[in-house]
């Protein structure tokens, strides 16, 4: 009798925790599938210049989190107002650990203007010298290679001043896009924080 009874209890102890592991795995995919970024689109790959005038692609940092966005140093609001925001995303991602895996890449796309000269000291100038911050740069035909490839706007006008998308590019270590964040006072800075942070597990 004490052995019926005791296996039977056995068998609703075994019962319980099995149910309990299913519930818990079912919840966990459940949540992963809420917070797991989805695939926009594949990233365009570029061949593009940094400040030394060595080549860097895209490839070149493949297997990392990657933030890219378009700027020209002349611009009068917007990209100023993008490069600071994305000093301090840099600081908060160095606070967190998660500064050694992420690339911020910021290519100009006035290749007239903005020489490698020309960026070393706007680099500078704005205190942009950060580990795993790339400013790129090209000639005419590779940067609008590369903004075509974003699908992008980015118009000269006679003014000398460029009509241009306010869009950073979320791009994961499998050269995804992710996510398509606003530029400028409406950056949300958290938002991209946590998002790095969440794909960065999946390396």
């Given at each position: ?202 390396l």
């Amino acid at each position: 009798m004490k052995v019926a009874v005791v296996k039977r209890y056995s068998f609703y102890v075994v019962t319980i925790l099995l149910l309990g592991l299913f519930v818990g795995i079912l919840g966990y995919q459940l949540w992963w599938g809420m917070t797991r970024l989805p695939v926009i689109d594949r990233a365009p790959d570029f061949r593009l210049s940094d400040v030394n005038n060595k080549a860097v692609t895209l490839h070149d940092t493949d297997g990392k989190i990657r933030l890219v966005s378009f700027f020209y140093t002349s611009c009068p609001d917007i990209c100023q107002t993008t490069n600071y925001n994305l000093v301090s995303l840099d600081k908060k991602l160095a606070e967190k650990g998660l500064q050694k895996d992420t690339n911020l890449i910021s290519i100009s796309f006035d290749s007239e203007r903005d020489t490698a000269d020309h960026l070393k000291k706007y680099i500078a100038a704005g205190q942009f010298d950060r580990p795993g911050w790339l400013f790129l740069r090209g000639e005419k035909d590779e940067i609008n290679k590369a903004v075509k490839g974003f699908k992008i706007v980015a118009e000269k006008g006679s003014d000398g001043y460029y009509l241009h998308s306010n869009k950073l590019f979320l791009v994961d270590g499998n050269n995804n896009i992710r996510s398509v964040y606003k530029m400028g006072s409406d950056m949300d800075n958290d938002q991209i924080l946590k998002d790095i942070a969440n794909l960065q597990k999946e390396l």
